[in-house]
T-cell receptor
Framework: DAGVIQSPRHEVTEMGQEVTLRCKPISGHNSLFWYRQTMMRGLELLIYFNNNVPIDDSGMPEDRFSAKMPNASFSTLKIQPSEPRDSAVYFC??????????????FGPGTRLTVL | GEDVEQSLFLSVREGDSSVINCTYTDSSSTYLYWYKQEPGAGLQLLTYIFSNMDMKQDQRLTVLLNKKDKHLSLRIADTQTGDSAIYFCAESSGGSYIPTFGRGTSLIVHP
């Protein structure tokens, strides 16, 4: 398996532009997570899906952020309009939760976003 | 305060042992995890321990759990330069499969 795939790996954009980050989870995993990592705030959970349904989006910073999961193999995180403070590394992770055992999350390589 | 706390930095000499510490607040935690993040990469599960255990050893890694004090540690024996990374402590409870991550400890290994 190729693991969790994210694109693009790097994105540089100007303030006010729309940014779309993409994620392909591991086949067979039914949970998908979007995280943001910054030096100041560490790793933050933005939103997660279970069986393509958004379960908890309380971590989404504001209305400029939106996430979708149209099918089991694809998810997007969109920022519109982007601001310099959105600059961070965004990770997608997937898992196949088992309430009887440990729940390992598999992370993608991340998208480094720079908003000028 | 944060649910999972770790110190931000640890510097060790190559060949020495590293001990990374973590405290958590959720007394219902069932699994505790250590993830490793190498530069430019995502997090990867290194090891985990079930809450009814107090120790787990895997080659150079030793995990110690003090459930009474809600304290978890990761010991890396004979630390190598390739161990330089950020190490995240995480916990999950039976009621939720979503792990809560600490902020990560940057381990710097110098010659």
């Amino acid at each position: 398996d190729a693991g969790v795939i994210q694109s693009p790996r790097h994105e540089v954009t100007e303030m006010g532009q729309e940014v779309t980050l993409r994620c392909k989870p591991i086949s067979g995993h039914n949970s998908l997570f979007w995280y943001r990592q910054t030096m100041m705030r560490g790793l933050e959970l933005l939103i997660y899906f279970n069986n393509n349904v958004p379960i908890d989006d309380s971590g989404m910073p504001e209305d400029r952020f939106s996430a979708k999961m149209p099918n089991a193999s694809f998810s997007t995180l969109k920022i519109q309009p982007s601001e310099p403070r959105d600059s961070a590394v965004y990770f997608c992770a997937s898992s196949n939760p088992n309430r009887q055992g440990p729940n390992e999350q598999f992370f993608g390589p991340g998208t480094r976003l720079t908003v000028l | 305060g944060e649910d999972v706390e770790q110190s931000l930095f640890l510097s060790v000499r190559e060949g020495d042992s590293s001990v990374i510490n973590c405290t958590y607040t959720d007394s219902s935690s069932t699994y505790l995890y250590w993830y490793k993040q190498e530069p430019g990469a995502g997090l990867q599960l290194l090891t985990y321990i079930f809450s009814n255990m107090d120790m787990k050893q895997d080659q150079r890694l030793t995990v110690l759990l003090n459930k009474k004090d809600k304290h978890l540690s990761l010991r890396i024996a004979d630390t190598q330069t390739g161990d330089s990374a950020i190490y995240f402590c995480a916990e999950s409870s039976g009621g939720s499969y979503i792990p809560t991550f600490g902020r990560g400890t940057s381990l710097i290994v110098h010659p």
